[in-house]
């Protein structure tokens, strides 16, 4: 599967507890974005990378959250002392960005997601 | 601001019948705006995208049009069939580079 990947699928925890989740995108894609889904509501920004640079964070997001990408190709998102607001789905994405010169391409694609249950 | 709004939020048709999801944003450098549709369970797949520098665009029985100055852009699909059935989120790549989705249309095709 060349696709985006993510592990585990689902993680159950107490509230208090630390998590890490996994995101491999797709070989060449540069970008890597973290998003956060609650049902019936779309993706919400979390956070991205290019390559190893973390670009951005959502103004929104607490400090007992932390996403790495050391060497610009998997990522880990880890949420400490986890709250039962965490409960949600976490996808992951990635695309790839062109030097300017070349032909932009934007299209994001999607992992499967990691469910997080906090009880 | 960055937020994106998505009319409306569930959308019942006859299947044959065609759909219209509508959303607007207000970031004036957003220039890339893609269209996903999610089953249930299921992670969001890209089903057409639009560049700021087109007007309209289409794929079959799908088509995206975008009007720029007035922010707004729309997804068309037609001849709806029962497996269109799902939710359908826009989106637009905000000046910074980040998505921003929309809050979700939930399309139901009657047979």
């Known amino acids: 599967d060349t696709g985006v990947s993510q592990d585990p699928r689902h993680k159950i925890t107490k509230r208090g507890q630390n998590v890490t989740f996994r995101c491999d995108p797709i070989?060449?894609?540069?970008?890597l974005y973290w998003y956060r889904q609650t049902l019936g509501q779309g993706p919400e920004f979390l956070t991205y990378?290019?390559?190893?640079?973390?670009?951005?964070k959502s103004r929104l997001l607490s400090d007992r959250f932390s996403a790495e990408r050391p060497k610009g190709s998997f990522s880990t998102l880890e949420i400490q002392r986890t709250e039962q607001g965490d409960s949600a789905m976490y996808l992951c994405?990635?695309?790839?960005?062109?030097?300017?010169?070349?032909?932009?391409?934007?299209?994001?694609?999607f992992g499967p997601g990691t469910r997080l249950t906090v009880t | 601001g960055e937020n994106v709004e998505q009319h409306p939020s569930t959308l019942s048709v006859q299947e044959g019948d065609s759909a219209v999801i509508k959303c607007t944003y207000s970031?004036?450098?957003?220039?890339?705006f893609p269209w996903y549709k999610q089953e249930l369970g299921k992670r969001p797949q890209l089903i057409i995208d639009?560049?700021?520098?087109?007007g309209e665009k289409k794929d079959q029985r799908i088509a995206v049009t975008l009007n720029k100055t007035a922010k707004h852009f729309s997804l068309h699909i037609t001849e709806t069939q029962p497996e269109d059935s799902a939710v359908y989120f826009c989106?637009?790549?905000?000046?910074?580079?980040?998505?921003?989705f929309g809050t979700g249309t939930r399309l139901k095709v009657l047979a």
């Open positions: 070989s060449e894609h540069n970008r």
């Open positions: 639009i560049r700021s520098n087109v």
């Open positions: 994405a990635s695309s790839l960005l062109l030097p300017p010169q070349q032909r932009r391409s934007y299209e994001q694609y």
């Open positions: 989106a637009h790549q905000s000046g910074t580079y980040k998505y921003i």
């Open positions: 990378f290019q390559n190893e640079a973390q670009l951005e």
């Open positions: 970031d004036s450098a957003s220039n890339y």
